[in-house]
């Protein structure tokens, strides 16, 4: 067996009609938005999607991110980058910025009427001089193209990933700003050498969204979790579509699959 999959998990699922604080990360409504067929076996039943390897380059771009902007966070200075595009903020320095930022404790609200647990890890937080907190979130690729905008259909949950960041950080009294920002690394792939090194081109990209799907949003997976009857599979879903082949595979030769 995988050591990054378990195919069904006993611990950590839903009990319908449970009044008990129950934990749903930022990446499971979005599961859900994605196909409430997967996001029901998910949570319901244990069974959840296998997953990609880890992104160790990304992780270690984040980690050096965090210790650059650190830096001026402790110096209560401007970023280069920041300075570059002109922006109104600066690194704030939150007493809750480390426990926000850590993966599983995140920044949480508790949802009193679906009495979830609502919770995401932040990459970054700044403050323009009007006190507005800001929402910054680290991006890392390798395109050929320059990436300047967020306009690829893929990139709708990383605008969804900053709006349930923003409302979190709403429901712990803050003020935030509508307009958050994605620094975005890209990969270099035309030098002449690697030399034990990759160069990154980093753009600084707004995005200016808004926080008011996320309620409905929990409440319809509140919903669908108290239902008893497995939900329609979305019909962009590539994970349901493998598994209805196969069961149709199976239906049509009488395999053992």
Same mark, same amino acid.
């Given at each position: 067996?995988? !050591?990054?999959?378990?195919?069904?998990?006993? #611990?950590?699922?839903?009990?319908?009609?449970?009044?008990?604080?129950?934990?749903?990360?930022?990446?499971?409504? !979005?599961?859900?938005?994605?196909?409430?067929?997967?996001?029901?076996?998910?949570?319901?039943?244990?069974?959840?999607?296998?997953?990609?390897?880890?992104?160790?380059?990304?992780?270690?771009?984040?980690?050096?991110?965090?210790?650059?902007?650190?830096?001026?966070?402790?110096?209560?200075?401007?970023?280069?980058?920041?300075?570059?595009?002109?922006?109104?903020?600066?690194?704030?320095?939150?007493?809750?910025?480390? #426990?926000?930022?850590?993966?599983?404790?995140?920044?949480?609200?508790?949802?009193?009427?679906?009495?979830?647990?609502?919770?995401?890890?932040?990459?970054?937080?700044?403050?323009?001089?009007?006190?507005?907190?800001?929402?910054? !979130?680290?991006?890392?690729?390798?395109?050929?193209?320059?990436?300047?905008?967020?306009? #690829?259909?893929?990139?709708?949950?990383?605008?969804?990933?900053?709006?349930?960041?923003?409302?979190?950080?709403?429901?712990?009294?803050?003020?935030?700003?509508?307009?958050?920002?994605?620094?975005?690394?890209?990969?270099?792939?035309?030098?002449?050498?690697?030399?034990?090194?990759?160069?990154?081109?980093?753009?600084?990209?707004?995005?200016?969204?808004? !926080?008011?799907?996320?309620?409905?949003?929990?409440?319809?997976?509140?919903?669908?979790?108290?239902?008893?009857?497995?939900?329609?599979?979305?019909?962009?879903?590539?994970?349901?579509?493998?598994?209805?082949?196969?069961?149709?595979? #199976?239906?049509?030769?009488?395999?053992?699959?």
């Amino acid at each position: 067996m995988s !050591d990054y999959y378990t195919p069904q998990r006993t #611990k950590g699922l839903y009990i319908p009609g449970s009044h008990e604080p129950f934990k749903l990360s930022r990446s499971k409504i !979005d599961l859900f938005l994605e196909c409430p067929r997967c996001f029901y076996y998910d949570r319901r039943s244990g069974v959840g999607r296998p997953p990609g390897f880890p992104f160790t380059l990304n992780a270690a771009v984040d980690t050096l991110l965090k210790k650059e902007f650190d830096v001026h966070r402790a110096r209560n200075t401007t970023h280069p980058l920041i300075e570059k595009y002109g922006i109104d903020a600066r690194p704030v320095d939150h007493e809750n910025l480390n #426990k926000w930022r850590h993966t599983f404790t995140g920044i949480q609200y508790l949802d009193r009427p679906t009495h979830f647990l609502i919770y995401g890890a932040i990459d970054d937080l700044w403050q323009n001089s009007a006190g507005e907190f800001i929402v910054v !979130d680290y991006k890392a690729t390798a395109k050929t193209e320059d990436i300047t905008e967020l306009n #690829k259909s893929w990139q709708d949950g990383y605008k969804r990933q900053m709006e349930i960041y923003e409302w979190l950080l709403r429901r712990n009294g803050l003020t935030v700003s509508n307009t958050g920002y994605f620094v975005y690394c890209n990969g270099r792939a035309d030098r002449a050498a690697f030399d034990a090194k990759l160069e990154f081109d980093i753009t600084l990209i707004p995005y200016t969204g808004s !926080d008011e799907w996320v309620e409905k949003a929990i409440a319809d997976a509140h919903a669908c979790l108290n239902q008893n009857i497995i939900p329609e599979a979305s019909n962009a879903c590539d994970y349901c579509a493998y598994a209805n082949a196969l069961k149709r595979i #199976k239906n049509k030769g009488n395999l053992d699959i």
